[in-house]
C-alpha cells in the first residue's frame, strides 16, 4: 500500500488531463544513475541494444519505478493494480544525430481516456544540446499532425534521474543531439487494469473548474469529461443542454480542423439522448477522421448509447462494427449489457472488429467471468492482435479468469512476445494455486541469464 503523500494533487492531475505528462523526481541519489549510464553504456557498445530484455539485463533499473514518487504517479493516474507491459526499450540518441519526426506509439486510438502511459527515465544529465524527447504538450488529443501546431514543442530536458510519465498517445520526438556523447532515455509502457470508480489520486475537488479554467477555454467540456471519468463519472447527464440545435453541432464533425472537430464532439455529448441517433449514424461515413470524432461523442454520452451500438455491431459494413466495438470498450463497465453482443463479435469475419471486440470484452466485463470462453478462442485466433487483445483482456478480468489456466498456458510459445508477456501478467492476476503453478513453472524454464553474453557464455 504506497503512501498518500506520494500521490498526486488535483492540480498536477488537471495539468496531466490538460498537458498529457508530468515530471517527476526521484529520491535516488546521483551515483546511482551515473552507475545506471555507465552500465548502458557498457552494454550497448558489447552487446548491442538490449530492448525488451532491459530491465533483466539492467536490473538496477527496478528501483526508478519502486521508487514512491514514481508509484504514486502512475497510481495516481492507472489505479493502485497498474501493470508494466512487457514492451521496455532503451532509446539512443546518437552524437551528432539529427532527430526524428513528431510521432505517436499509440497511433489513432480513438479514446481519449488514460488507459496507457509512457514512462521516460533518463540516467544522465540531459540539457537541450543532448537531444532529449520533445513532446508537444496537449497533444495526446489530436490524431493529425495538427497536433504538432497546437502548441510549442518542450524538450524534456533536465538533471540525470529525471521521470516524465506521459499519455501513451503524445506527439513525441527524439530532438537533435548536438553533442559527441550518446543520450539513453529508458521508455517503458504501463496500463490500466480496473475501470476507475473513484478517484486514485489525493482528491479534494470533485468540480473540474476551481476558479480559474485550466487549459484552452474552447476544449473545457472535453477536459471536465476527462476528469469526471477518473473520478469514476462515467455517464453524461442525458438531458443537458436540451435545446441545443444538434444538426449545427453535427457539421461540427466534419469541420477540417481537428480542434473544432474536438469541440463539437463534446459538446454533443451534452445534448445526450438527443444527439445519439445521429452520432450513430456518422459510424457508417467514408472518412475515418469523421467515424471517429463521433465515436469521442458517444464514449462520453456513455450508458445511454449502448442499446444503439448493440444493434451496430451487426451492421453490414465492417467500419460500423468496428466502431461500435471500440465505443463499447471506451465506455467500459456501463456497457456490460453489451458482453453477449461483444462475445458474438470476436467471432467477426474482419480481424479488426474481431481485435476490437475482444479489447472491449475487457473493460466491459470485468466484474465477471461471463466472457471469459470468448476470449479464450479468442487467444487462439490467427490473427495476432486479436490474441494479444484477447490475453490482456484475460489479465484484467484477472481472478474471474480462472477458467483460462490452460488456454494462457498454451499461449506461453506463442510469436509475438507481447501474447506471452500479457499471458504471464494474466496468471499473475488471477492468483489461485493452478496458475501460480503454472507460472512459476514457465518462469523457471525460461528465466533470462543477464550475465551471460558473447564475452561470457558459462
Request: aromatic fraction near 8%.
Given at each position: 500500500?504506497?503512501?498518500?503523500?506520494?500521490?498526486?494533487?488535483?492540480?498536477?492531475?488537471?495539468?496531466?488531463?490538460?498537458?498529457?505528462?508530468?515530471?517527476?523526481?526521484?529520491?535516488?541519489?546521483?551515483?546511482?544513475?551515473?552507475?545506471?549510464?555507465?552500465?548502458?553504456?557498457?552494454?550497448?557498445?558489447?552487446?548491442g541494444n538490449p530492448g525488451n530484455n532491459l530491465l533483466p539485463r539492467i536490473p538496477e533499473i527496478q528501483e526508478v519505478f519502486d521508487d514512491p514518487t514514481v508509484r504514486g504517479a502512475l497510481t495516481s493516474l492507472l489505479g493502485a493494480d497498474y501493470?508494466?507491459?512487457?514492451?521496455?526499450?532503451?532509446?539512443?540518441?546518437?552524437?551528432?544525430?539529427?532527430?526524428?519526426?513528431?510521432?505517436?506509439?499509440?497511433g489513432k486510438r480513438w479514446t481519449h481516456r488514460t488507459r496507457r502511459l509512457l514512462v521516460f527515465y533518463y540516467p544522465q544529465d540531459t540539457p537541450v544540446e543532448l537531444g532529449p524527447t520533445g513532446i508537444v504538450?496537449?497533444?495526446?488529443?489530436?490524431?493529425?499532425?495538427?497536433?504538432?501546431?497546437?502548441?510549442?514543442?518542450?524538450?524534456?530536458?533536465?538533471?540525470?534521474?529525471?521521470?516524465?510519465?506521459?499519455?501513451?498517445?503524445?506527439?513525441?520526438?527524439?530532438?537533435?543531439?548536438?553533442?559527441?556523447?550518446?543520450?539513453?532515455?529508458?521508455?517503458?509502457?504501463?496500463?490500466?487494469?480496473?475501470?476507475?470508480?473513484?478517484?486514485?489520486?489525493?482528491?479534494n475537488q470533485s468540480n473540474w473548474l476551481n476558479g480559474k479554467p485550466t487549459g484552452m477555454l474552447e476544449h473545457q467540456t472535453m477536459f471536465k469529461y476527462l476528469w469526471d471519468w477518473h473520478h469514476g463519472k462515467t455517464t453524461a447527464n442525458p438531458e443537458a443542454n436540451g435545446d441545443t440545435a444538434i444538426s449545427e453541432l453535427m457539421s461540427g464533425l466534419y469541420d477540417s480542423g481537428e480542434s473544432k472537430c474536438l469541440r463539437a464532439a463534446y459538446q454533443l455529448a451534452e445534448c445526450g439522448t438527443r444527439a445519439i441517433p445521429d452520432l450513430v449514424d456518422v459510424l457508417d461515413e467514408e472518412s475515418q477522421d469523421v467515424r471517429r470524432n463521433a465515436c469521442y461523442a458517444?464514449?462520453?454520452?456513455?450508458?445511454?448509447?449502448?442499446?444503439?451500438?448493440?444493434?451496430?455491431?451487426?451492421?453490414?459494413?465492417?467500419?460500423?462494427?468496428?466502431?461500435?466495438?471500440?465505443?463499447?470498450?471506451?465506455?467500459?463497465?456501463?456497457?456490460?449489457?453489451a458482453i453477449p453482443a461483444l462475445m458474438s463479435a470476436v467471432r467477426d469475419e474482419s480481424d479488426d472488429v474481431r481485435s476490437h471486440a475482444a479489447e472491449a470484452l475487457g473493460t466491459t466485463g470485468q466484474r465477471s467471468g461471463t466472457a471469459v470462453p470468448a476470449l479464450i478462442?479468442?487467444?487462439?485466433?490467427?490473427?495476432?492482435?486479436?490474441?494479444?487483445?484477447?490475453?490482456?483482456?484475460?489479465?484484467?478480468?484477472?481472478?474471474?479468469?480462472?477458467?483460462?489456466?490452460?488456454?494462457?498456458?498454451n499461449v506461453f510459445f506463442d510469436e509475438n512476445?507481447?501474447?506471452?508477456?500479457?499471458?504471464?501478467?494474466?496468471?499473475?492476476?488471477?492468483?489461485?494455486?493452478?496458475?501460480?503453478?503454472?507460472?512459476?513453472?514457465?518462469?523457471?524454464?525460461?528465466?533470462?541469464?543477464?550475465?551471460?553474453?558473447?564475452?561470457?557464455?558459462h
Open positions: 500500500m504506497i503512501d498518500k503523500t506520494h500521490l498526486l494533487d488535483d492540480n498536477q492531475m488537471r495539468e496531466f488531463i490538460v498537458n498529457g505528462y508530468l515530471i517527476v523526481k526521484t529520491d535516488l541519489p546521483r551515483n546511482y544513475h551515473d552507475a545506471i549510464y555507465e552500465t548502458t553504456n557498457t552494454v550497448f557498445e558489447k552487446e501493470y508494466m507491459q512487457p514492451h521496455r526499450h532503451p532509446h539512443i540518441n546518437h552524437p551528432g544525430s539529427k532527430g526524428q519526426n513528431l510521432h505517436q506509439d499509440g504538450p496537449g497533444s495526446h488529443y489530436f490524431c493529425t499532425p495538427e497536433a504538432a501546431k497546437s502548441r510549442d514543442e518542450l524538450p524534456l530536458s533536465g538533471d540525470a534521474g529525471t521521470v516524465t510519465v506521459a499519455n501513451y498517445d503524445l506527439w513525441h520526438r527524439a530532438m537533435p543531439n548536438r553533442t559527441d556523447k550518446p543520450r539513453y532515455m529508458m521508455k517503458f509502457l504501463s496500463a490500466r487494469m480496473s475501470e476507475p470508480d473513484s478517484p486514485s489520486w489525493n482528491c458517444l464514449s462520453a454520452i456513455g450508458a445511454p448509447a449502448v442499446d444503439f451500438l448493440i444493434p451496430a455491431l451487426e451492421a453490414k459494413n465492417w467500419w460500423v462494427r468496428d466502431a461500435a466495438a471500440e465505443v463499447l470498450g471506451d465506455i467500459g463497465l456501463d456497457a456490460r449489457k478462442a479468442a487467444s487462439q485466433d490467427a490473427e495476432e492482435s486479436v490474441r494479444r487483445n484477447a490475453v490482456f483482456a484475460l489479465a484484467r478480468l484477472g481472478p474471474h479468469a480462472k477458467s483460462a489456466v490452460n488456454a494462457l498456458k512476445r507481447y501474447v506471452r508477456g500479457d499471458a504471464v501478467h494474466a496468471l499473475l492476476r488471477i492468483g489461485t494455486k493452478e496458475a501460480s503453478d503454472v507460472l512459476l513453472r514457465h518462469l523457471t524454464m525460461s528465466r533470462w541469464c543477464p550475465l551471460t553474453n558473447r564475452e561470457s557464455t
